[in-house]
């Protein structure tokens, strides 16, 4: 998948905020967006990411944000299974590929 394709699925289909908007005329690179984790969050959820099972998953550690029995909702039952492809994209970059490899394989 191209990074144009990337980008236009985290903004059509996972409801990340278009981020041209917000720099009114001034170009803005691609590469700034992978450092935000809004980003991920929707292109996980265009993916179909959370239905993944990763380390990142809900109570994959066994460790609880809160006492489950107190009935307030544990942070931890949020999805992050974006992180799993979040860290692969940095270990990719660290190896020295480029961000359009990583991208190629999904």
Same mark, same amino acid.
């Given at each position: 998948?191209? =990074?144009?394709?990337?980008?236009?699925?985290?903004?059509?289909?996972?409801?990340?905020?278009?981020?041209?908007?917000?720099?009114?005329?001034?170009?803005?690179?691609?590469?700034?967006?992978?450092?935000?984790?809004?980003?991920?969050?929707?292109?996980?959820?265009?993916?179909?990411?959370? *239905?993944?099972?990763?380390?990142?998953?809900?109570?994959?550690?066994?460790?609880?944000? *809160?006492?489950?029995?107190?009935?307030?909702?544990?942070?931890?039952?949020?999805?992050? $299974?974006?992180? *799993?492809?979040?860290?692969?994209? =940095? $270990?990719?970059?660290?190896?020295?590929?480029?961000?359009?490899?990583?991208?190629?394989?999904?």
């Amino acid at each position: 998948m191209t =990074i144009e394709r990337v980008i236009e699925k985290a903004v059509q289909d996972g409801g990340y905020e278009d981020f041209s908007k917000f720099y009114q005329g001034v170009p803005r690179w691609p590469e700034g967006l992978f450092l935000d984790h809004l980003f991920w969050q929707s292109l996980g959820k265009a993916m179909g990411w959370a *239905n993944e099972e990763t380390q990142y998953s809900p109570h994959a550690r066994g460790v609880h944000a *809160n006492d489950p029995s107190d009935g307030e909702p544990c942070f931890c039952d949020e999805p992050k $299974d974006y992180l *799993n492809y979040w860290h692969r994209f =940095i $270990d990719c970059l660290v190896s020295g590929k480029r961000a359009e490899e990583f991208f190629e394989t999904l």
